[in-house]
T-cell receptor
Framework: NAGVMQNPRHLVRRRGQEARLRCSPM?????VYWYRQLPEEGLKFMVY????????ESGMPKERFSAEFPKEGPSILRIQQVVRGDSAAYFC???????????FGSGTRLTVV | AQSVTQLDSQVPVFEEAPVELRCNYS??????LFWYVQYPNQGLQLLLK??????LVESINGFEAEFNKSQTSFHLRKPSVHISDTAEYFC???????????FGKGTLLTVNP
């Protein structure tokens, strides 16, 4: 049973490009959470999704960021028109039930040049 | 709103020495408390958690943490550290929603031979 799979592990984008980060939850997990870790900071909650639904997006920046978790396929965190300040590690976690049995992926490290 | 304060950003110790990583939190509601460990370029792994019951919780690799409600603390301790314990340690708190974790900024534990 593979863990939470995130890809790519490293992503380099030029300012103004789009970044797409993927997260495949553990088998049997239908709850997905995205967190962002800025340099020398702790992880900050961004969004909580269940299949096809956004439950809580209170941590998402108002512009340029969006997330989805379709019925089929991985969850996607999309950042449009990236800026240098978006450079961070983005972690996804999944759980079988709301908030229970959280498992984190290894993260995607986004660098904006 | 909740917050987590990890008082030490870096803790260098010698192998086989005891260590304590401090964590204080603030919350207006009952909380669940967690310690996560992050090895270089990896995701977060749950080390131990306090949900209810005994205030002293232990992990399988010799770490323990004690929930102190009056001091709003959840310090992590190990009586004798190994080189392999070198990592970043994050304290986190979750409120009654049980899905949104608030993390501290982390403590880098470096174990030297």
């Amino acid at each position: 049973n593979a863990g939470v799979m995130q890809n790519p592990r490293h992503l380099v984008r030029r300012r103004g490009q789009e970044a797409r980060l993927r997260c495949s939850p553990m088998k049997g997990h239908s709850h997905v959470y995205w967190y962002r870790q800025l340099p020398e900071e702790g992880l900050k909650f961004m969004v909580y999704l269940q299949k096809e639904n956004i439950i809580d997006e209170s941590g998402m920046p108002k512009e340029r960021f969006s997330a989805e978790f379709p019925k089929e396929g991985p969850s996607i965190l999309r950042i449009q028109q990236v800026v240098r300040g978006d450079s961070a590690a983005y972690f996804c976690a999944s759980s079988p039930r709301r908030g229970e049995g959280y498992t984190f992926g290894s993260g995607t490290r986004l660098t904006v040049v | 709103a909740q917050s987590v304060t990890q008082l030490d950003s870096q803790v260098p110790v010698f192998e086989e020495a005891p260590v304590e990583l401090r964590c204080n939190y603030s919350s207006s509601v009952s909380v669940y408390l967690f310690w996560y460990v992050q090895y270089p370029n990896q995701g977060l792994q749950l080390l131990l958690k306090y949900l209810s019951g005994s205030t002293l919780v232990e992990s399988i690799n010799g770490f323990e943490a004690e929930f102190n409600k009056s001091q709003t603390s959840f310090h992590l301790r190990k009586p004798s550290v190994h080189i392999s314990d070198t990592a970043e340690y994050f304290c986190a708190v979750s409120d009654g929603s049980n899905y949104k974790l608030t993390f501290g900024k982390g403590t880098l534990l470096t174990v030297n031979p």
